[in-house]
């Protein structure tokens, strides 16, 4: 009997995997391509989801956390993210990571966009939160995290991530989204009018 599958128009003949860790496992997939040519194909499995946090004040200002990116090897400004584990409840995951990176809690949270990060050779996929009437507290990053906090407005946020200064995907996607939605009227009126207003860039 042949352990041959269909995945779309692919038909897979063959898998094995090759690596594992904590965070991620990969498979290489012996396939039929399409078109009728035989290949492989390599997938990268995340072991959690991709959580995003877009945390806004009275104000219009949101935190950015600062800290060097290993697998680039560069320094990224980033909104609040992490790792949620696949099965529970992304918005808890959200909440504990917004507390970690920036100290900030919030007593409004509501679905801001979900998509696939890369979906060429990865499964991994973000679920992203807009949250609203802020807390400060103390921060507790993970002992691996060397982080900076700052603070700007909104608009000044958009600007980064028109301008290419920011390249971290979850933060680009959710800065865009929430302009679109507070543009449309998609969110709740205080927050549309707080990141539509906010001060200038120096």
Avoid at 71 to 78: A, I
Avoid at 156 to 185: P, Q, W, Y
Avoid at 186 to 200: C, F, M
Wanted: charged fraction near 20%; proline fraction near 7%.
């Amino acid at each position: 009997m042949s352990s041959e599958k269909k995945v779309g128009p692919w038909r897979v003949t063959g898998s094995r995997d090759v690596f594992e860790n904590p965070w991620i496992a990969i498979t290489d997939h012996k396939v039929i391509h399409p078109a009728g040519t035989p290949g492989e194909y390599g997938v990268v499995h995340f072991k959690n989801l991709a959580i995003g946090v877009l945390p806004v004040d009275e104000n219009g200002m949101v935190p950015l956390v600062g800290q060097h990116r290993f697998p680039h090897d560069k320094y990224s400004w980033e909104l609040p993210e992490g790792g949620g584990t696949l099965g529970v409840d992304p918005l808890v995951a959200a909440q504990r990571e917004l507390v970690e990176e920036t100290g900030l809690t919030a007593k409004q949270w509501a679905p801001l966009c979900e998509f696939d990060i890369s979906n060429s050779v990865t499964d991994e996929r973000a679920v992203c939160f807009i949250a609203w009437e802020l807390s400060q507290g103390a921060a507790s990053p993970e002992p691996s995290e060397a982080l900076t906090v700052k603070k700007i407005f909104f608009k000044d946020l958009l600007e980064m991530v028109i301008s290419g200064e920011i390249s971290d995907s979850l933060t680009i996607v959710m800065t865009l989204t929430a302009h679109a939605k507070a543009l449309r009227g998609a969110l709740p009126e205080p927050i549309s009018a707080a990141l539509l207003a906010g001060g200038e860039r120096k």
